[in-house]
C-alpha cells in the first residue's frame, strides 16, 4: 500500500469524503489544506484572514501561505501514511511539498485524480450547497477555472512521473472508494 499519497480532483469531485474514508477504514493521516484553512478562519489567526478573500472569490491561496501551512502540520506526522487531500494544487506548491517529504525522508508514492466531468461538475454544484461561504454557483464556477487553468498542468506533470491513478469519480462514493483502494494496493 503507497504511504504518501495526494487526492486531486475538480470542485465537487468526493476528495474530502474519500480523504475521511481513507483516514477511517485504512488509517491514513488525511492534511486537507482546505480545513486547515477554514479552521484557521473559524480561529481568527492571521493567515485565516489573509486566506478568507481568496477563499470567498474561488480563487487559490498564494502559494507561500499553502507551503508554510503544509510545512507545518507535515513534522508531526511521523511514520504514518498519509494522504494529502487539496494539496499541491499548483506546480510550484508540488515542488515544494516534494523537497518538504524529502526533508521529512518520505516521498509521493501516488497521486489519485478523482476524475468528474465539467457538466457533472456543474450539476453537481448547482445541486449539493454545502453551507460553506465559498459554496456559491458563482465561486464553484470559478473554482472550477482554477482547477482547469492551476492544478491540470500538475496532473499531466504526475502523469510524467508515473504517479497518476485515475478514478472514475462521476460513481457513488462507494464506488468511487472501490476504486481509490484498487489504485493504491
Ligand atoms: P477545498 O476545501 O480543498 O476545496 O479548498 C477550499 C478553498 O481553500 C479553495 O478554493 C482555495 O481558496 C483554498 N485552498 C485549499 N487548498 C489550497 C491549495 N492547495 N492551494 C491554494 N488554495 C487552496
Redo the contacts with the bound molecule.
Keep these: 500500500m503507497d504511504s504518501t499519497i495526494t487526492l486531486l480532483g475538480p470542485?465537487g469531485s468526493g476528495?474530502?469524503t474519500q480523504a475521511e474514508r481513507l483516514r477511517d477504514r485504512l488509517g491514513f493521516t488525511v492534511l486537507?489544506?482546505?480545513?486547515l484553512?477554514?479552521k484557521a478562519r473559524s480561529t481568527g489567526t492571521d493567515l485565516g484572514r489573509q486566506?478568507a478573500g481568496?477563499?470567498d472569490?474561488?480563487?487559490?491561496?498564494?502559494?507561500d501561505?499553502?507551503i508554510a501551512l503544509v510545512a507545518g502540520a507535515i513534522g508531526d506526522l511521523d511514520g504514518r501514511p498519509v494522504a494529502l487531500?487539496?494539496?499541491?494544487?499548483?506546480v510550484e506548491?508540488a515542488r515544494a511539498i516534494d523537497e518538504l517529504l524529502r526533508e521529512h525522508s518520505r516521498m509521493l508514492n501516488a497521486a489519485v485524480l478523482i476524475d468528474v466531468p465539467d457538466d457533472e461538475v456543474v450539476r453537481r454544484i448547482t445541486e449539493r450547497r454545502q453551507g460553506?461561504t465559498?459554496d456559491t454557483p458563482a465561486?464553484a464556477r470559478e473554482?472550477l477555472r482554477?482547477y482547469h487553468r492551476e492544478t491540470e498542468p500538475l496532473v499531466r506533470s504526475f502523469e510524467e512521473r508515473g504517479l497518476l491513478r485515475r478514478v472514475d469519480g462521476a460513481q457513488d462514493p462507494d464506488s468511487v472508494e472501490d476504486e481509490v483502494r484498487a489504485a493504491l494496493s
Design positions: 470542485p476528495k474530502g486537507s489544506t482546505g480545513d484553512l477554514r486566506a481568496y477563499m472569490r474561488g480563487e487559490l491561496v498564494p502559494d501561505l499553502i487531500d487539496g494539496v499541491p494544487r499548483t506548491q460553506r465559498d465561486t473554482r482554477v
